[in-house]
């Protein structure tokens, strides 16, 4: 395939730069193939080139969310924090792309608008926005789950006439809060972050909250380089715990029942998870806690009173105790002396449920019960999640058929990877595949995209796309495994809701909530029994 055939400018395209592209990149060069990439950005590193926010960091564990499949890299990469904050995420992922020299095959400042499917030719064709094209056999969409930014619809949005960033598009230049007034709008987990970064300097911080989460604290510390070699010659045992647990994390359900224990017992195993550091406290719970009401009740009651005792006006603590969903029902924000923000005399915190905002002015914004003024405004506005990034490029396959519309009508994939009638596009992070630990889904993703192609290739076909009714089971296996779940009771970004985005106000089953595991299982026995689930030619 080193050759590109006539008509077509590579082998494959590649859109996005973040963990997926970059990794998808590496192996398919290994088969030979010429790719070309295309980031809208114009440096590497997807969510940790864009999310330059204050206090940005991921909660899973550096060394279980970083690269496995390079001993080398392995080898030379350093952590420094137990949960590294988004500078050395970008630094770690521009060494990637140095050491394997990926940056030659990538195009930057290059947002693709279109992709459409040329049936006579069985070639993609992609439109950039400044009208450049390109086109290839192979379409890998790598475009993030959480990658397109949405704003409040909120009046007079652009009328402000301060500072104004919204967290997911943060600028390179450093962002002075000393002496402002600053409004933080939106506490989910980017919210959360910020809210405890800028409380440290900013003149006076008001945080406008819609509704409140269920926090917990990161324990984040630092790696000496002692610690850092004893974590190397554990990475095989890491990697494969993250093989076997249900969301690829090292933290995993306890196997007991929350009322199997003794209440002193039960008591004292929740102190300890609220003392161990990462997602300790939502993933390595008993198992009954995300799907049993009493026992979430229970658990969320627990939080609750850690958070009375940590807030001491007592109105404010109950502003911030969630009332409209049980602890872990959505995405819950790690945080690091988040609740002790709210002591500080420079905080307060209002409610947008109370007192919705009106309007956003030239010098601030009005809600129906007030008129604030300030120097700057963060949106922490989170994004139009996992279909977002699809829904603003137009893709079309076979018959002119668009993507956005197919997925109107509900969503359907194979594995989250394929979607029928759409031959030769491959999603890495679609919705319905597994998520969790996200680097650990990526690999299985790009690998098992890498082994379709190379079968492919040895074959001699030339197309793949996925038979409806391979989707259609694999859409009720998803559906199946959504019952009963707590979670899926409860508008989030993981329910497909936001409020933000138009059409997007009902709950759908926009991601797969089975484990890890059982996925691989599934699409491993799809490739050792020769891809049946799609039609090749
Ligand atoms: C603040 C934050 C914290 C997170 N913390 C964690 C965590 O603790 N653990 C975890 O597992 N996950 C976490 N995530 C999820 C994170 O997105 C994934 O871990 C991972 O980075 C996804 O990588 P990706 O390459 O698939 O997507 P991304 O990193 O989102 O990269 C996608 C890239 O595609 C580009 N792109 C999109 N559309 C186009 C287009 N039309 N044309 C050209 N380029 C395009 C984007 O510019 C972007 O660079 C977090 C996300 C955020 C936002």
Redesign the pocket.
């Known amino acids: 395939m080193s050759e590109p055939v006539p008509g077509l400018d590579c082998d494959t395209i590649v859109?996005?730069?973040?963990?997926?592209?970059?990794y998808q990149l590496y192996r398919l060069r290994e088969l030979g193939q010429t790719v070309r990439v295309?980031?809208?950005?114009t440096g590497v590193?997807?969510?940790?080139?864009?999310?330059r926010y204050p206090g940005?960091r991921?909660?899973?564990e550096s060394y279980s969310?970083g690269y496995s499949f390079s001993q080398a890299l392995l080898d030379e990469w350093s952590w420094t924090e137990h949960f590294a904050p988004q500078p050395e995420t970008e630094r770690y992922l521009n060494h990637v792309a140095d050491k394997f020299d990926l940056r030659r095959d990538i195009q930057f400042r290059?947002?693709?608008?279109a992709a459409i499917f040329d049936e006579s030719a069985g070639a993609w064709e992609i439109t950039l926005e400044d009208g450049r094209s390109c086109r290839s056999r192979y379409l890998v969409t790598?475009?993030?789950?959480?990658?397109?930014p949405t704003l409040p619809r909120i009046a007079g949005i652009d009328d402000f006439q301060g500072e104004a960033y919204h967290t997911?598009l943060w600028p390179k230049h450093p962002v002075r809060f000393e002496g402002k007034r600053v409004a933080v709008i939106g506490t989910g987990?980017?919210g959360v972050?910020a809210i405890q970064e800028i409380a440290k300097t900013a003149g006076h911080l008001t945080v406008f909250q819609r509704r409140p989460n269920w926090c917990t604290p990161l324990h984040n510390g630092p790696i000496t380089p002692a610690e850092m070699d004893a974590i190397r010659q554990e990475y095989p045992s890491i990697f494969q715990r993250c093989r076997e647990t249900a969301a690829c994390f090292l933290h995993t359900t306890d196997p007991r029942g929350t009322f199997e224990v003794s209440p002193e017992e039960r008591e004292a195993f929740w102190e300890q998870l609220y003392a161990s550091p990462g997602f300790a406290p939502w993933l390595g719970n008993f198992r009954d806690m995300l799907v049993d009401r009493e026992a979430n009740a229970l658990f969320s009651e627990f939080v609750a009173e850690k958070i009375r005792r940590r807030v001491r006006d007592p109105r404010v603590a109950e502003m911030l105790i969630p009332k409209d969903h049980g602890f872990g029902t959505r995405r819950v924000p790690q945080e690091t002396h988040y609740y002790e923000v709210y002591n500080q005399p420079n905080v307060e915190l209002v409610s947008i449920l109370d007192t919705p905002i009106e309007r956003i002015t030239r010098t601030g914004l009005t809600t129906t019960a007030r008129t604030f003024e300030f120097d700057l405004i963060v949106f922490a506005t989170g994004?139009d999640a996992i279909t977002g990034?699809f829904d603003?490029?137009d893709i079309r396959g076979r018959g002119g058929e668009t993507l956005k519309g197919r997925w109107k009508r509900g969503i359907t994939t194979f594995l989250g990877v394929m979607v029928d009638g759409f031959p030769n596009l491959f999603m890495?992070?679609g919705p319905h595949t597994a998520l969790?630990?996200?680097?650990r889904s990526?690999e299985y993703n790009v690998e098992w995209i890498r082994d379709l192609l190379a079968y492919l290739e040895r074959g001699g076909l030339r197309c793949a796309d996925a038979r409806p009714e391979a989707v259609e089971e694999w859409t009720t296996f998803v559906k199946r495994k959504g019952a009963g779940l707590l979670a899926n009771e409860v508008d989030s970004w993981m329910t497909g809701v936001n409020q933000n985005v138009e059409g997007k106000q009902v709950r759908i089953l926009v991601r797969y909530s089975g484990t890890a595991p059982e996925y691989r299982e599934w699409a491993d026995r799809v490739a050792a029994d020769g891809y049946r689930e799609l039609s090749l030619s």
Not at 110 to 113: E, G
């Open positions: 859109i996005g730069a973040g963990i997926s592209g970059l295309f980031e809208a950005g590193g997807g969510t940790w080139y864009w999310n940005c991921f909660d899973s969310y290059s947002r693709v608008k790598a475009v993030g789950p959480l990658s397109a997911g987990a980017t972050q994004f990034s603003r490029i890495v992070m969790g630990n996200i680097p990526i």
